[in-house]
């Protein structure tokens, strides 16, 4: 399945939950929610109390997206605010299998994320333990950065690794997508995309259909076989 998760980091936070509530009729799937502490990464964005504050506003899938030293200090906190799935940096849990564990524990989806410069194979022990990868085509930090090309490589080394150990794992990717190069990412292999400078800013409405209509297409393209 093919999942459209805007990023609200692009969205204009006086209206933000007028934003998500639009990107989610529009038809996203999921909403990306990305959590700075200003250690991991430069910038402070936001907390639990903000994502407390917007969650009344769409039963949509809250994809919260960690960046943040030791994320499993805010795990119970964030499942309290309303995350569905808590998405940890590889490079910022000294423990990682007893974060993804603790993330399963308090009833949410266990995502483990990997920089542009972290190999994937950093993953191969906790192949099965998570729910989703999340692969970063950007540093992470800052919205509106350029796709980095390289990634596309581990992307496909991801979906690899994941087919070879039978699993259907969901890789999402974020940062740098838009509509014209959304098709490359899913044909290496992704199945989740982020976007948030393309989706947010103008008609957001007409970019999530716009975004869902290629993401239809690729599927239909791959399994030309069958009923459309
Ligand atoms: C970057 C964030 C992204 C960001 C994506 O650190 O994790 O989710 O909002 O923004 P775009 O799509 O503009 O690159
Ligand atoms: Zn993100």
Same mark, same amino acid.
Request: hydrophobic share 40%; charged share 25%; proline share 5%.
């Given at each position: ?9 692009a ?23 990305? !959590? #700075?502490?200003? #250690?991991?990464?430069? *910038?402070? *964005?936001? $907390? +639990?109390?903000?994502?407390? *504050? %917007? =969650? ?10 960690? #960046?943040?030293e ?5 795990v ?12 940890v940096?590889?490079?910022? /849990? ?9 993330i399963?524990?308090?009833? /949410?989806?266990?995502?483990v ?10 993953? *191969? /022990? ?8 999340l ?23 991801l ?13 999402? &990717? ?7 190069? !959304?098709?490359? %990412?899913?044909?290496? $292999?992704?199945? !989740? ?5 393309a &989706?947010f ?5 007409g +970019?999530?259909?716009?975004?869902l =209509?290629? #993401? ?5 393209? /791959? ?6």
């Open positions: 399945m093919y999942i459209l998760a805007p990023s609200i980091l969205a204009d936070f006086k209206r933000l939950g007028e934003e998500i509530r639009t990107a989610a009729l529009a038809g996203a799937q999921y909403i990306h929610i990305d !959590v #700075m502490d200003g #250690m991991f990464v430069p *910038s402070i *964005s936001f $907390g +639990a109390p903000v994502i407390q *504050s %917007v =969650r009344s506003c769409t039963d949509r899938v809250f994809d919260v997206h960690m #960046m943040v030791e994320p499993g200090r805010y119970e906190a964030m499942k309290e605010a309303g995350a569905d799935l808590i998405c940096h590889e490079e910022a /849990c000294r423990h990682l299998d007893r974060t993804i564990h603790q399963k524990e308090c009833g /949410c989806l266990a995502g994320a990997v920089n542009p410069a972290t190999p994937v194979e950093n993953l *191969s /022990c906790i192949l099965s333990e998570a729910d989703m990868f692969i970063m085509s950007v540093n992470p930090g800052f919205g509106g950065q350029k796709f980095i090309p390289y990634t596309l490589d581990k992307i496909r080394r979906r690899t690794m994941l087919d070879l150990a039978g699993l259907h794992t969901d890789i999402e &990717v974020d940062g740098g997508i838009n509509t014209g190069n !959304v098709s490359r %990412v899913l044909e290496a $292999g992704a199945n !989740v995309i982020v976007a948030g400078s &989706v800013g103008k008609d957001t409405e +970019a999530v259909q716009e975004f =209509r290629k #993401m239809q297409e690729f599927d239909c393209a /791959c399994r030309p076989g069958d009923p459309q």
